[in-house]
């Protein structure tokens, strides 16, 4: 994550979109007047509002948690592809 003030920003913007996609850097622009604002890049923006939903309710957050338990005891299921 970098944090970088608003005149650093706009003065470098592509420079500093690019840091922002190419290396799914996290900036933080600070603002001297008003609040700051982070700058994320679009896929992982959508990766953490899926992973959001996903938990949005009890239903799936224990749905989760019981498909992790067990993987990590080992229980597995192996299926044969469907073919057409």
């Keep these: 994550m970098r944090v970088v003030g608003y005149s650093e ?3 470098n ?17 600070a603002r ?4 700051n604002v982070v ?3 679009m896929d992982e923006y959508n990766s953490i ?3 959001l939903h ?6 799936n957050r224990k749905r989760i948690d019981e498909a992790i338990e067990e993987m ?3 229980i ?9």
């Design 76 to 84: 597995s299921f192996s299926h044969d592809l469907i073919e057409e």
């Design 13 to 29: 913007l592509a420079h500093n979109l690019n840091v922002v996609n190419e290396d799914t850097e996290i900036v933080i622009v």
């Design 9 to 11: 920003f706009r003065n």
């Design 54 to 59: 996903l938990v949005s309710t009890s239903a």
């Design 49 to 51: 509002m899926e992973t």
């Design 32 to 35: 001297a007047q008003g609040k």
């Design 39 to 41: 700058v994320i890049d």
């Design 72 to 74: 990590n005891k080992g």
